[in-house]
């Protein structure tokens, strides 16, 4: 959650930082400051709310030259959303600034110590407990300050920092939480999402856990975990900065949505070769390890889980090996059973999900094999993971998820295929057929985004009064009903669940009365029949019925109230297709009820806190 920024180059400061707050506005925030260094004192200015808030502040103070700043949105945890807690946060003399993603877990003994020492506190944070600590730690030397106190904190962090003594200069450093930075011909810049730099440079430094920058005298000087200083070559980005643009679109979640079949197109080609086989860059299990595996466990948060639902049906279908999908937030509380027999499939659009991250380490902590999926290079999770699959989705800016999602999907697809061949559970015609599918799927996407557009635009419209909408659906139909919910509930803010269509008996269907929206997904043809009877259960209560199936279903839909038909394909691959008319349907009743659909209330991109 949250957001940095940072400049030290040879023009002002200010505007840089305002611009790069906006680039990180999808993260989520309620507050946003920024500081920069005045030869004799650092400046701070921050407020409560948007970052118009702040600007508005800034045009009304008096102008600044400084070169040197940071700047920084934010997500409450500690404390509430006002303009004292609001980053950054200043010691008590002055001396030190700082700006912090994360959460600090022993916060309260180091404040309880510094105010035994004489500190007072103004804010209600875990952040101004590191200012201070920086102040009482201070030794005259700005980076081995910064690497005394980080060794006190215990959580997560990523931290920029200035002090008065060293006024072109900024120390960084992190530990679970993402950070950047890149250097042009006017400075260097930094932040928490390469989105808010990427029109100055796209050769990025990605920080390591643990390890310190200094960036000074227009260069950037990293040191290890050990104090040492080290060599680091940057990462180029093949994002353009359009990618990161609206592009014509109202919406950055439209946009993403119209970018689904391109960000497929990406994820899939580079993994089929020129034999019709399935290969991965980065996958380090040997074909041993692979028929050796008696587990797979898919841990992942939000959307992400819902595409390792996906997975877990379509994996253990194809590979044989039992599959089971876990919260993130839930695993590692409950002491999983893993070994080295086990394969822990790790999913994250941001690669810096603090829960996810956590459930990584612990599946490498009891030997288990780890597979990471991830959209973004270099970040924690695709460190830290065994072997790891890239989504090729580019930047994601709209904080609900949809070709992150879509391209997750795909490389589930992906390794089912590749796992099923090494194991030699896909006789040649099979696995050229199901090869064939995944090739096509852009196309199908395409033509799936051009053919439901107008009908979800008109069919949105009766969404708009709802309070209520229930999403039904069985195997894999039930894994996209949960997605479609969400994409509703999230955006549109209609209370909405989703349901295995053959539960709605035992208890959910005392639910349904006359008027009552009920969503079906009924792509998937072995179990079609039995979906068209819970529609009846339904539809004999009271309530209308909109089903998603695909055409060789159209004409057994006699049921229904409004069909929306999907392109035949594979069955294992329908989902991918019948989430985008879902996608469609959240996105044109959150506009239609004037939601803010790119930055949902109380919702953030990047989860980086617990």
Known sequence: ???????????????????????????????????????????????????????????????????????????????????????????????????????????????????????????????????????????????????????????????????????????????????????????????????????????????????????????????????????????????????????????????????????????????????????????HLTDEEIENLNRIVIVACGSAFHAGEVGRYVLEKMTRIPVETAIASEFRYRDPVLDAHSLVIVISQSGETADTLAGLRLANEKGAKTVCIVNVVSSSIANEGGSVVYTHAGPEIAVATTKAYSAQVSVLYLLAGYIADRKGLLPEEERRTYVDALRKLPELIAQTLEDCGEQMQKLSEMFIPLEHAYFIGRNLDYACAMEASLKMKEISYIHSEAYAAGELKHGTISLIEKGTLVVALAACSDVFGKTMSNIKEVKARGARVLCVSTSENASAMSEVDFKVIIPDTLPLFAVTLEVLPMQLLGYYTAKNRGCDIDKPRNLAKSVTVE
């Open 1 to 283: 959650m949250c957001g940095i920024v940072g400049y030290a180059g040879k023009n002002r400061a200010v505007p840089y930082l305002l611009e790069g707050l906006e680039k990180l506005e999808y993260r989520g925030y309620d507050s946003a400051g920024i500081a920069v260094n005045e030869e004799d004192v650092i400046r701070i200015m921050k407020t409560k709310g948007r970052i118009g808030n702040l600007e508005s502040l800034i045009a009304s103070q008096r102008h600044s030259d400084a070169t040197v700043g940071i700047g920084h949105t934010r997500w409450a945890t500690h404390g509430k959303p006002n303009d004292v807690n609001a980053h950054p946060h200043i010691s008590q003399s002055g001396l030190f600034c700082v700006v912090h993603n994360g959460i600090i877990e022993n916060y309260l003994q180091l404040k309880a110590q510094l105010i035994a020492d004489g500190y007072r506190f103004v804010s209600e944070t875990d952040t101004e407990v590191i200012a201070h600590l920086l102040e009482q730690n201070y030794d005259g030397n700005f980076v081995s300050t910064v690497r005394k106190t980080t060794a006190m904190l215990e959580g997560a962090f990523a931290l920029c920092i200035l002090c008065r003594d060293f006024p072109d200069s900024i120390v960084c450093t992190r530990w679970a939480s993402p950070l950047v930075m890149g250097k042009s011909d006017d400075g260097v810049f930094l932040a928490s999402d390469v989105t808010a730099i990427l029109k100055h440079t796209s050769d990025i430094y990605y920080l390591d856990g643990h390890e310190t920058a200094l960036i000074a005298d227009g260069g950037i000087t990293f040191f290890d975990k050990a104090g040492n200083a080290t060599q680091k070559a940057p990462k180029h980005i093949d994002w353009n900065v359009s990618a990161a643009q609206k592009g014509g679109y109202e919406h950055f979640m439209l946009k993403e949505i119209m970018e689904q079949p391109k960000a497929i197109q990406d994820t899939v080609s580079p993994r089929i070769d020129s034999d019709g086989r399935i290969v991965f860059e980065d996958f």
